[in-house]
């Protein structure tokens, strides 16, 4: 017998204590909750529904396509797709629904298509974009100098800014790691902290105007207008950080070096980037270069 009533809350909880009964890791199911509650927020703020009952393919479809919108790559729209999927089956074979809304979705197509490195005159062009917002600024620096991730900087805590370096706290399947910062990065996360930064309570670096923590999309879309107001075609927020990993590897800089800072897992993750190279320039230690 189906449960009509049960909230999509609820019904995730459920989904997430079978996870663990059948000895999945805790960063898988982080990951999997992850992904299922930005659905459900999504459905909320969207559609205003809560309940399992009140979910249909066409509602999934809507959220499918604001990830597109919001410029998700689509093999990251994929797996969130997956996390979809899998709960709304487990939910069908529970009998909490009679019939998955998930089946008609389909993923999208996607190559390993190459990223996009951005050219000294487009990342420049971009930093004149956001010269007057110190949050943006400091946010592209961090990408673009250090190689963080998008999530990453949504985690950005304050105690964890130091002198010359900032520590990256261990997140879903990803480990921790201590990043240098350059001259650039330091001095755009400091004016950021002493003159842009909105009175908050909030443990993180980043936060909105009426001090709240500044999440994943709203850092999305922030940049995706300066790379509009920039004029900087077919690019991705993550291209930031790939624009990093090529200049730095270009620049001499050994690619385990490159693969520790950027918290590869392996480090053949890192060498798909040595494709994108032309030439590379001889070894100069592990200074990075200052884009």
Do not use: W
């Not at 509602?59 to 999927?85: E, P």
Request: proline share 2%.
């Amino acid at each position: 017998m189906t449960d009509i009533n049960i909230t999509l809350k609820d019904a995730l909880g459920r989904f997430s204590d079978n996870l663990a009964t059948k000895g999945k890791s805790i960063n898988t199911i982080v990951a999997y909750k992850g992904d299922i509650n930005q659905l459900i927020n999504f459905l909320k703020t969207q559609h205003q529904l809560d309940t399992v009952a009140s979910i249909q393919a066409t509602h999934i479809d809507s959220f499918k396509k604001d990830l597109q919108k919001n410029n998700y790559t689509a093999k990251s729209i994929s797996r969130k797709l997956n996390s979809i999927k899998n709960f709304f089956s487990f939910l069908k074979l529970e009998n909490v629904i009679e019939k998955d809304p998930s089946t008609e979705i389909k993923h999208p197509k996607y190559e390993n298509e190459l990223p996009k490195i951005l050219k000294p005159i487009e990342y420049r062009s971009l930093r004149d974009a956001c010269r007057n917002d110190s949050r943006a600024t400091a946010i592209v620096e961090l990408m673009l100098q250090a190689g963080l991730r998008i999530k990453e900087i949504e985690n950005f805590k304050l105690d964890n800014v130091k002198e010359n370096e900032i520590i990256i706290e261990p997140y879903e399947s990803h480990s921790g790691r201590t990043v240098p910062l350059n001259n650039s990065a330091k001095l755009a996360i400091k004016r950021y902290l002493d003159e842009g930064r909105f009175e908050s309570s909030s443990k993180n670096v980043f936060v909105t105007k009426t001090g709240r923590h500044l999440l994943a999309r709203n850092i999305r879309s922030l940049l995706n207008r300066y790379f509009q107001k920039a004029d900087i075609q077919d690019v991705k927020v993550n291209d930031l950080r790939n624009t990093f990993i090529v200049y730095q590897l270009k620049s001499g800089v050994p690619i385990d070096i490159v693969s520790q800072i950027v918290g590869h897992k392996r480090i053949s993750t890192t060498e798909k980037y040595l494709e994108l190279i032309d030439t590379k320039e001889e070894s100069k230690g592990i200074k990075l270069k200052e884009l």
